[in-house]
C-alpha cells in the first residue's frame, strides 16, 4: 500500500538558519509525484515545491529544495534562511498513478529569533 | 488570476443534520478533489470530479456525496451528519491529463457537529 511517512512530529529552527524535514513513501508504482505543502494556522495548504519520480535533479523553489533519494525512498524539504513566517505545518504528500494526493501526519515548525 | 475558492468559511451542524460544501476551482482547472482533515491529522481523500462524474473516491461511506457543475464548480453533500464529521474539508483543483500537475488547495471550509 503507498504511505507517506513523517517521523518528525515538531521542529525547531531559529531564524535565518536552514533546516530539514524528512519525508519517506512507500509505493511500487514507478511512477509518482512527491509535493510539499506548508499549512499556516488559517487552514489553507500552500504548495511549496514538487519532485517527479523519473526527474533526473533536485527540485528547487527560492529557499526551497527537495532532497529526492530514490533509493532511499525519502524526499526531505529543506528551507534555506528560515523566516518568523515559516511557522507552520509541513506536509509531504504523494500522488499515486491514480491523482489522488496521500498525506503524511505532518511536521509543525516553529521559527524563534 | 482568481486561486479556488470554497464557502461558508465555517460552520456548524447538529448529528443527523445534513450540509453542503461548495468550491470554486482555479481559473483553468477541470477536475476537483475533496479532502477531509480531522484535527491533527494530514488529509484524507474523499473523491474526485472530472468532467462532471466522480472519476475516484477514497474510503469514505455513501453519506458522502459531490458533485460538479459545467462550469467546474463542486459541491459536497455530507448526509445524516456524525460528530466524527467535524473536520477541515479542503477542495483542491487541478487540470486533468498533465501528469506533472499540481493540485492547489482553497482555504477550507471548518465543519463542526455538535
Known amino acids: 500500500a503507498q504511505k507517506i511517512t513523517q517521523t518528525q512530529p515538531g521542529m525547531f529552527v531559529q531564524e535565518k538558519e536552514a533546516v530539514t524535514l524528512d519525508c519517506t513513501y512507500d509505493t511500487s508504482d514507478p511512477s509518482y509525484g512527491l509535493f510539499w505543502y506548508k499549512q499556516p494556522s488559517s487552514g489553507e495548504m500552500i504548495f511549496l515545491i514538487y519532485q517527479g519520480s523519473y526527474d533526473q535533479q533536485n527540485a528547487t523553489e527560492g529557499r526551497y529544495s527537495l532532497n529526492f533519494q530514490k533509493a532511499r525512498k525519502s524526499a526531505n524539504l529543506v528551507i534555506s534562511a528560515s523566516q518568523l513566517g515559516d511557522s507552520a505545518m509541513y506536509f509531504c504528500a504523494m500522488r499515486d498513478g491514480a491523482d489522488k494526493l496521500i498525506f503524511g501526519t505532518g511536521t509543525r515548525l516553529q521559527v524563534f529569533p | 488570476d482568481a486561486g479556488v475558492t470554497q464557502s461558508p468559511t465555517h460552520l456548524i451542524k447538529t448529528r443527523g443534520q445534513q450540509v453542503t460544501l461548495r468550491c470554486s476551482p482555479k481559473?483553468?482547472?477541470?477536475?476537483v478533489s475533496w479532502y477531509q482533515q480531522a484535527l491533527g491529522q494530514g488529509p484524507q481523500f474523499i473523491f474526485q470530479y472530472y468532467e462532471e462524474e466522480e472519476r475516484q473516491r477514497g474510503n469514505f461511506p455513501d453519506r458522502f456525496s459531490g458533485h460538479q457543475f459545467p462550469n467546474y464548480s463542486s459541491e459536497l453533500n455530507v448526509n445524516a451528519l456524525l460528530l466524527g464529521d467535524s473536520a477541515l474539508y479542503l477542495c483542491?483543483?487541478?487540470?486533468?491529463?498533465?501528469?506533472?500537475?499540481?493540485?492547489?488547495f482553497g482555504p477550507g471550509t471548518r465543519l463542526l457537529v455538535l
Open positions: 481559473s483553468g482547472h477541470d477536475t
Open positions: 483542491a483543483s487541478s487540470l486533468a491529463g498533465r501528469k506533472q500537475e499540481t493540485q492547489y
